[in-house]
């Protein structure tokens, strides 16, 4: 059984330990640019032992943010990317920027109409939306390329490329939200195009020198969505085309079952009061149980799913889900998986690898209420910890 707090390697990156900070959404860029907070948001975790922290959302065009004053890579980040990398180099660890595109997930408030498969009215953006002709397929591409070439000259020892929760590539994935004749939709091989497409590009750019991995959902939790057999199909084809050092196993939807991602109480009032849209606000009051569905916290909900990818892939996998304490840790090592992504359990106990390294028996101290959920409007935190 690998040892989770012993040295490991992950591509061409070496990191401390097999703990990884998940990517969640920081709320502390008003500028669409880096600040102090950020920094300082990333370092507590990297001075609390984690091998490596993900920088979220990093959008990889302007409209590819799902919140306006979202991080988006252009030459005009670059020194606050720089301040930042090297901020949590000076802490022990490394650093890696989630890239994406919102598409479908984009909000309403930038002026630019969100891109999607195939056209549809959004229900985040309350508009029309984009259908991309091919050509605007190959750009789509291109800026996830761009994106890695910036996060390499940043400093970033790794870049994570978002595949789930029905983002852009995610959405493509989707038989229910992909409807494309082309050669981007119709069969499960076109629907994977373009996510085969963005990580070849990535990967040709930078592979070798930073660790290239992909976040890829198991199941889109949604009837007509993707299904786990035909995700570990294309799981399979990312593994034999050879353009990923790993894998990170996630599932729902942003668009229509956030929850299960999440589990545990839905923050149903909180996320009503915390949107910034009136009409969205006045939506989820009304659409709250069926958006934000209720599926209970156990341990490592989402292992027994994992699993299935674990016997049927050889590369590196990296499992996410209820992982708070020593025995869930130790529990992915014996079941095969390389890594582990904790995110609102680092949020409640930035220290926590430190804590579960000088105390196994250490209780996970995560409540699981999913207070944290909301508070990515304003600033992202635990507002449990804030109230110790």
């Known amino acids: 059984m690998k040892d989770a707090f012993a040295a490991a390697r992950l591509g061409s990156v070496d990191l401390r330990n097999r703990i990884l900070k998940a990517a969640t959404f920081e709320g502390r860029t008003p500028d669409a640019l880096v600040t102090d907070d950020l920094i300082e948001f990333h370092t507590e975790f990297a001075r609390g032992g984690v091998a490596m922290t993900t920088v979220a959302y990093c959008a990889v065009a302007p409209e590819g943010r799902t919140e306006r004053r979202q991080l988006w890579m252009r030459p005009e980040a670059l020194p606050g990317l720089i301040r930042l990398t090297d901020a949590v180099h000076a802490e022990g660890a490394k650093v890696s920027a989630q890239l994406g595109h919102a598409g479908p997930v984009a909000d309403g408030a930038q002026h630019r109409r969100p891109v999607t498969p195939s056209r549809m009215i959004s229900p985040i953006a309350l508009r029309p939306t984009l259908r991309p002709d091919t050509a605007r397929i190959a750009e789509l591409v291109a800026a996830h390329e761009r994106a890695a070439l910036l996060a390499e000259q940043a400093g970033f ?108 109480t839905p923050p149903r009032r909180e996320f009503a009061e915390a949107f910034p849209s009136p009409p969205l606000r006045a939506g989820l009051r009304i659409a709250g149980p069926a958006f934000l569905r209720n599926y209970p916290y156990r341990p490592m909900y989402l292992l027994d799913l994992a699993r299935r990818f674990r016997a049927g892939l050889t590369m590196p996998l990296i499992l996410l889900g209820g992982i708070a304490d020593r025995p869930a840790v130790d529990s992915a090592m014996a079941e095969g998986f390389d890594l582990v992504a904790i995110g609102r359990g680092l949020l409640r106990t930035p220290d926590l690898v430190h804590r579960m390294a000088d105390n196994p028996d250490l209780p996970d101290l995560c409540t699981h209420c999913n207070l944290c959920m909301p508070t990515i409007y304003t600033r992202t935190r635990c507002p449990v910890r804030d109230g110790d």
Do not use: C
């Open 157 to 264: 020892d790794a870049v994570e490329l978002h595949f789930g929760h029905n983002y852009l590539i995610s959405s493509f994935l989707s038989p229910l939200l992909n409807r494309r004749r082309d050669g981007y939709g119709g069969d499960l091989a076109a629907r994977a195009r373009l996510a085969r497409e963005v990580a070849e590009a990535v990967y040709r750019s930078v592979g070798g020198r930073l660790a290239v991995t992909a976040k890829l959902n198991m199941t889109d939790g949604v009837l007509g969505g993707l299904q786990p057999d035909d995700a570990l199909r294309v799981a399979r084809w990312l593994e034999a085309d050879g353009t990923l050092d790993a894998l990170e196993l996630t599932a729902g939807s942003s668009l229509l079952n956030p929850m299960r991602l999440f589990h545990g």
